[in-house]
């Protein structure tokens, strides 16, 4: 009998070539060696490269590109000087069009894995007509470089351990960065201390802590697709919970016959307000307090057969105590808003879960081009049960 030889263990410093066969949500590309799983950034389906092992787990290792051999067609000569280091974009090796393909490959992946959804809900992802210099918001950072003597204002770093000085951000709008020069030439005091940059929306009340979303060009695009699903429904009636400064409501005020928004912060819900009489929304109203606590004595004001929720929550999701609530509350449709594909099958799987609703669509909205990230509109319908 023979007997085969074992196949040599990966250890921190090994240096191999291998073949990317998958590209993980995050950005990482996946290989396999002796059926060890090895994750790699900044590389593409096909491609094969040699890497340097850095770290080895007992179910994956993480290595570091050193060269690739074999480059995918769709590899592109990314535009910031800092790309590779600052931790802020992961895609910008990856030609567009290829951008959005996998990222919709990423989304159909995560809800068919966390939430048994069939991939073919997912439509294609609509595309940003700015992929670089539409960012109106960024939070720069402080540290300091005990080696070099020096502080260090700009970004994470991929390791997310330290910062990178940076002059620019390429998918930042060009107002942000000549703030950034003005931050640099004027640095705080000392590190650990963040400055946050944002450009305020011209048409729109937003208080200086609350929410809004951070891409202008492609705004009338993300409207456009909640508008279509709450078309589609046919509803009379919208709850926007999560509403913060009231953007979707207001947005989507002329389709309902009343609508109503709920909000924790007190500071947003004042510019809700304000936001709906600057726009001429006066078929709602805004509550303050929060959405597991309100929705209940809100929808004994409508019908449910009848009635649109919408969820715009924060990036990890909705509580299990508003999950629960909206299983119970049986309304015509549920549109969900979220940034972060893997929480959002989680809280998909558990409202279908209960039997009360089916997912009939999800929508993404390419909001963050040259990054991980990627916002989706999903559309929950009530079951026939006739």
């Not at 340097?52 to 590899?75: M, Q």
């Not at 809700?272 to 809100?298: C, D, F, I, M, W």
């Not at 993404?364 to 559309?379: G, K, S």
Request: net charge neutral; hydrophobic share 40%; proline share 6%.
């Amino acid at each position: 009998m023979t007997i085969a030889a074992e196949m040599p263990v990966l250890k921190p410093g090994d240096a191999i070539t291998v073949t990317i066969a998958d590209i993980a949500f995050g950005g990482d590309g996946v290989a396999r060696v002796n059926e060890l799983v090895v994750f790699v950034p900044f590389v593409l389906l096909g491609e094969v490269v040699a890497v340097e092992i850095t770290e080895v787990r007992k179910s994956f290792a993480r290595a570091r590109l050193v060269k690739v051999v074999t480059p995918s067609p769709d590899r592109v000569t990314p535009e910031c000087r800092y790309y590779g280091e600052c931790g802020g974009c992961q895609y910008q090796h990856v030609a567009y069009p290829a951008q959005l393909r996998l990222k919709r490959k990423q989304v159909a992946d995560l809800l068919q894995r966390i939430g048994g959804f069939a991939g073919a809900l997912v439509d294609e992802v609509v595309p940003c007509p700015a992929p670089y210099g539409y960012r109106n918001r960024l939070m720069l950072r402080s540290q300091w470089n005990k080696a070099q003597q020096k502080l260090e204002v700009g970004f994470l770093r991929n390791d997310n351990k330290f910062v990178i000085s940076v002059d620019e951000c390429k998918i930042a709008e060009p107002v942000l960065n000549e703030q950034i020069k003005k931050v640099r030439a004027n640095p705080p005091p000392k590190g650990g201390i963040k400055v946050a940059l944002r450009i305020m929306p011209d048409d729109w009340q937003v208080g200086r802590d609350s929410f809004f979303q951070t891409n202008f060009p492609l705004l009338p695009g993300l409207v456009a697709a909640v508008r279509g699903r709450l078309a589609d429904a046919g509803s009379k009636f919208l709850v926007d919970a999560y509403c913060g400064v009231g953007f979707f409501s207001i947005e989507l005020a002329d389709l309902v016959e009343r609508y109503v928004g709920i909000e924790y912060d007190v500071q947003a819900i004042k510019a809700a307000r304000l936001n709906a009489l600057s726009h001429q929304r006066a078929n709602g109203e805004y509550l303050e307090g929060k959405t597991e606590e309100l929705l209940p004595g809100v929808l004994e004001k409508f019908p449910h057969e009848q009635t649109t929720i919408i969820l715009d929550p924060p990036r990890t999701g909705c509580v299990p105590s508003a999950m629960q609530l909206l299983q119970e509350a049986r309304v015509r449709q549920v549109l969900y808003v979220s940034c972060h594909p893997a929480t959002l099958a989680r809280d998909l799987q558990t409202l279908c879960a209960g039997g009360a609703y089916e997912l009939v669509k999800v929508t993404p909205v390419d909001m963050f081009p040259q990054t991980q990230h990627v916002e989706c509109v999903a559309d929950l319908r009530l079951k026939d049960e006739g």
